[in-house]
Nanobody, 124 residues
Framework: QAQLVESGGGLVQAGGSLRLSCAAS????????KGWFRQAPGKEREFVAA????????RYVDSVEGRFAISRDNAKNAVYLQMSSLKPEDTAVYYC?????????????????WGQGTQVTVSS
């Protein structure tokens, strides 16, 4: 089994930046697709970004394209989400996840491991 632990969330003003980190333990997930999802109050969990195991291919939801950047460090068994130009609508609990697949997936049920989430709040 693997455990994923997110960190780096917090309160930031609109236009600011945050960097989320997700560390895996218990099992190496270096060959897993890694992704970030978010869930705002009263809304369904939403795909945000994902990266393949080599860190070559990435995908983003349209609303964060150009503002967020996903990266990974397989030596540290970690994945990151650099968030810039944050908007109030980015406020949500952000979850990292890992999927035992070769190709990037955007559907939450296709991910095998999940972290507990970290709160990101963007004030206007």
């Amino acid at each position: 089994q693997a455990q994923l632990v997110e960190s780096g969330g917090g309160l930031v003003q609109a236009g600011g930046s945050l960097r989320l980190s997700c560390a895996a333990s218990g099992r190496a997930l270096s060959r897993y697709v890694k992704g970030w999802f978010r869930q705002a109050p009263g809304k369904e969990r939403e795909f945000v970004a994902a990266i393949d195991w080599r860190g070559v291919n990435t995908r983003y939801v349209d609303s964060v394209e150009g503002r967020f950047a996903i990266s990974r460090d397989n030596a540290k068994n970690a994945v990151y989400l650099q968030m810039s130009s944050l908007k109030p609508e980015d406020t949500a609990v952000y979850y990292c996840a890992a999927s035992d697949t070769i190709f990037i997936k955007t559907s939450a049920p296709l991910y095998d491991y999940w972290g507990q989430g970290t709160q990101v709040t963007v004030s206007s």
